[in-house]
């Protein structure tokens, strides 16, 4: 029995490894989230810049230091603090997305708790896994480079999945999959990260060097815990931190 049981779990591993590389790939601004089959992928499906395109110097909006958001959902805050000491893209993204309100209102368009607690994503303003963020100013979508900070490294990496997809191995990174953590959706391609974003429901640490985690949920874990496809943000607000995002 136990080796019958254990034959399961490896085969479940690698079920979640193959979904993992089609959903949560790189292609463009929208976190398409794939809710009808593989339980275990995060995906998005416009095309931003290719790896290796994006000058990163000055880039902006950029979070030098940390914040702290606040979002209600469901009637209860969750607390999040973001690193944009770790990545400083990544958070100011999502801290300057936090602060324009437009996280104010959408779903979570994919919930993943089977056969074990995996993503609650959301934050497409289409609701379906396809949209992502469009300046109102540019009319144009913005797209967030792959960001990994390597444990005991000073600087990112940019652009390039370093994971499992690319390399078959999990690196050790300074921010890592664990429960709680928030990090960002993307499709096939490294630079595709626009707004969607989703909450680790467990240690999903085989997703660490491919996909970039930005802060962690300090409160309100059982909030999340809840959710179910279809939930709301009510609210999301940056509480403290502010002053660190740079435009």
């Known amino acids: 029995m136990m080796k019958i049981r254990k034959y399961c779990w490896l085969s479940l591993v690698c079920v ?3 979904t993992t590389t089609t959903l949560f790939g790189c292609s463009s601004p929208e976190a398409n989230s794939t809710p009808d089959n593989s339980n275990s992928s995060i995906t998005q499906t416009s095309q931003p810049a290719s790896s290796g395109s994006v000058n990163m110097d000055n880039y902006k909006p950029r979070l030098d230091g940390t ?6 959902i469901k009637g209860k805050p969750v607390t999040i603090e973001i690193d944009g000491n770790a990545a400083p893209i990544t ?6 997305l936090v602060g324009r309100g437009f996280y104010n ?3 979570f368009h994919r919930v993943v708790k089977e056969p074990q607690p995996f993503v609650a994503q959301g934050g497409d303003p289409q609701g379906r896994g396809t949209g992502g963020f469009v300046d109102p100013e540019t009319k144009q979508s913005r797209y967030v480079p792959l960001e990994i900070l390597l444990k005991d490294e000073k600087e990112p990496i940019y652009g390039q999945a370093i994971g499992q997809q690319a390399t078959a191995r999990t690196p050790i990174v300074a921010l890592p999959h664990k429960r709680g953590a928030i990090a960002m959706a993307r499709s096939q391609q490294p630079n595709s990260a626009s707004s969607q974003f989703y909450f680790a429901l467990s240690d999903i640490n085989f997703l660490d060097g491919d996909y970039a985690v930005f802060g962690y949920v300090t409160e309100g874990m059982e909030v999340i815990d ?3 496809q279809g939930d709301k943000i009510d609210s999301a607000k940056v ?3 502010a002053e660190n ?3």
Do not use: P, Q, R, Y
């Open 105 to 107: 209102g959408l779903t």
């Open 226 to 228: 809840t959710l179910k």
């Open 91 to 96: 958070a100011g993204n999502f801290v300057d």
């Open 16 to 18: 979640f490894l193959i």
């Open 67 to 72: 914040a702290v958001v606040e979002m209600i």
């Open 245 to 247: 995002l740079k435009k």
């Open 239 to 241: 509480v403290s931190g």
